[in-house]
């Protein structure tokens, strides 16, 4: 793939990213000029100052994360439209593997990006008709005692099952060390992060590999 390819979509992408935060960063700013209400300094430094000590490591466990796996332009559009755990990573790769192709290859990297893109759309046009349609009765449907909420909460682990269950039939020697160690991690510390878990589960895997590797059971 040409490297004038990849400068477009690290120019764009960081564009569009700078533009995404400049958009999220002027919706508080505008409502509170419209309502001349503005936050103590002193107060929005100490929660901002909080909030950055939670989710800078795992923004930047994201980053090393899904580069990888999903491709500069994959990665730039996930970050843009969000969603990415839940969504566009089950998604890139899903496509890459219907397609038979390996992530980090061009072929990876064209048809993750043109998943991303067509998710992106497809989630945009989906959410809007679902808040149309269904904002009078959801409340209804999700609230304590309500039939549906228990299928709500199992949406997660019914996504990431499904799309777990293949990769584990493939590589099932790798599967086990990863998921232990995830497990233990929960068991200790059931609070962290998905972004940090994934790259505690990643770590492990690569481990694996390497002692599989080294045993020549590979």
């Known amino acids: 793939m040409q490297k004038n390819y990849f400068d477009k979509v690290h120019r764009?992408?960081?564009l569009w990213n700078i533009g995404a935060l400049l958009m999220l960063l002027s919706i508080p700013v505008a409502i509170s000029t419209y309502l001349g209400a503005w936050p103590e300094l002193k107060v929005l430094g100490t929660v901002l100052s909080k909030l950055m000590l939670l989710y800078w490591v795992t923004a930047v466990i994201e980053v090393i994360t899904y580069v990888p796996m999903l491709g500069a332009g994959g990665t730039y559009l996930s970050f843009v439209t969000g969603n990415i755990t839940n969504l566009k990573l089950p998604c890139g790769l899903s496509a890459m593997e219907n397609a038979n192709v390996r992530a980090n290859t061009e072929?990876?990297?064209v048809i993750s990006t043109i998943a991303i893109g067509v998710s992106s759309i497809t989630t945009t046009v989906i959410i809007a008709v679902g808040v149309l349609?269904?904002?009078p009765v959801l409340p209804y449907i999700t609230a304590e005692g309500s039939a549906f909420k228990p299928a709500f909460e199992q949406v997660l682990p019914a996504l990431f099952g499904a799309l777990a269950a293949s990769y584990f039939a493939k590589h099932w020697k790798l599967v086990p060390?990863?998921?232990?160690?995830?497990?233990?991690v929960l068991i200790f510390s059931p609070t962290m992060g998905v972004g940090t878990l994934m790259f505690v589960t990643i770590v492990a895997a690569v481990a694996g590999v390497g002692v599989l590797y080294k045993l020549?059971?590979?």
């Open 107 to 109: 072929e990876g990297e």
């Open 216 to 218: 020549k059971w590979l």
């Open 12 to 14: 764009w992408g960081i």
């Open 177 to 184: 060390l990863p998921v232990i160690v995830g497990v233990i």
């Open 133 to 135: 349609a269904f904002s």
